[in-house]
C-alpha cells in the first residue's frame, strides 16, 4: 500500500489521513485506490470502534485532482470512485469526517460518505461541479439533499457557493464546529468516546439506520423490530459493570 492515506491505529480507534499536503490533497485515482483497501482491510478488523477520516497539512482536501480529470484518468471500472464511497458508507463501524481548511466538490462528497462531519473553524466547504461544466458521480445528488434538504442543496450546487463552518453547522451539513486550536484534541475526545460504546450496537444500529433511510414511518418500525439484531454478546458485561458502580 502506498502513502497518499495514511492509517493509524489508536485505543480502540483508527484514523485515515488523506496525505498530499503538497497538493492540497486533492484526489486521484491512486488516492481512491489506497482508501479502498485501508476500507476492506478496516471491515474485516476487530476491536476498532470508530474511524476518522481527515486531511494532512493545511486543509481536508480541496477536491477531485483536476489536473488528473483534463488528463484522462482510468480509473478500474465505471462508478469505481461512487461504489468506493458507498463501501466507506457502509463500513460496520462509525465514520467521522474531521474537516479542517478546503473541502471542495470531490472532498466534500468523501465527507458526506461518513456518518457525520465536524468541522475546524477555519473549514470551508462548497461545490463546484458547475463551476467547471461538471455533474457529480461519487454521490453529491444523493447524500447531500438528505443532510441539508434539497432545496438548501439546489442553493448550493446552483451557486457553486463557498461558505465557512458556522454556516455548515446552520445548514446541518455539520454537526458542529471547534476551534482550531482544540480540533485534534476534540477528534481524539470524540473518538474515544464513540469506541468506548459497544461495537455490536454501532455495526447494528448503522444497518438499522440504513434499511430506516428513505421509509415510511410504520415500514421502518416493523423492520427495527423485525430485524433488530437485540442483544450483544458484550451486553451482560457492560450492565455488569454499570451495576458494580
Known amino acids: ?17 488523506l496525505n498530499r499536503p503538497e497538493k492540497l490533497n486533492s484526489l486521484t485515482v491512486g488516492m481512491f485506490a489506497e482508501l479502498r483497501s485501508h476500507i476492506e482491510d478496516l471491515a474485516a478488523s476487530d476491536g476498532i470502534g470508530c474511524v476518522v477520516i481527515r486531511g494532512a497539512g493545511k486543509c481536508f482536501s480541496a ?28 463500513l460496520p463501524i462509525p465514520v467521522v469526517a474531521a474537516v479542517h481548511g478546503h473541502c471542495y466538490t470531490g472532498a466534500l462528497e468523501v465527507a458526506l460518505a461518513a456518518d457525520f462531519i465536524i468541522a475546524s473553524e477555519n473549514a ?31 442553493r448550493l450546487m446552483f451557486t457553486a457557493q463557498m461558505f465557512g463552518a458556522d454556516e455548515a453547522v446552520r445548514i446541518g451539513l455539520a454537526e ?43 415500514e421502518a418500525l416493523i423492520r427495527e423490530w423485525m430485524e433488530g439484531e437485540g442483544r450483544g454478546p458484550d451486553m451482560r458485561d457492560r450492565i455488569a459493570a454499570l451495576m458494580k458502580k
Open 1 to 17: 500500500m502506498g502513502d497518499t492515506i495514511l492509517r493509524e491505529d489508536f485505543d480502540g480507534w483508527s484514523q485515515l489521513t
Open 63 to 90: 477536491g477531485h485532482d483536476l489536473s488528473d480529470i483534463s488528463a484522462g484518468e482510468h480509473p478500474p471500472s465505471k462508478g469505481w470512485h461512487s461504489e468506493t464511497l458507498r463501501m466507506l458508507e457502509k
Open 124 to 154: 470551508r466547504f462548497g461545490d463546484t461541479h458547475a463551476k467547471f461544466a461538471l455533474t457529480p458521480v461519487w454521490g453529491m445528488s444523493v447524500r447531500l439533499p438528505r443532510r441539508v434538504g434539497i432545496a438548501t442543496a439546489k
Open 176 to 218: 458542529y464546529s471547534v476551534p482550531d486550536e482544540t480540533f485534534d484534541a476534540e477528534i481524539e475526545k470524540l473518538a474515544l468516546q464513540i469506541a468506548a460504546q459497544s461495537h455490536f450496537s454501532h455495526a447494528a444500529n448503522k444497518r438499522l439506520l440504513d434499511r430506516a433511510d428513505g421509509k415510511a414511518a410504520d
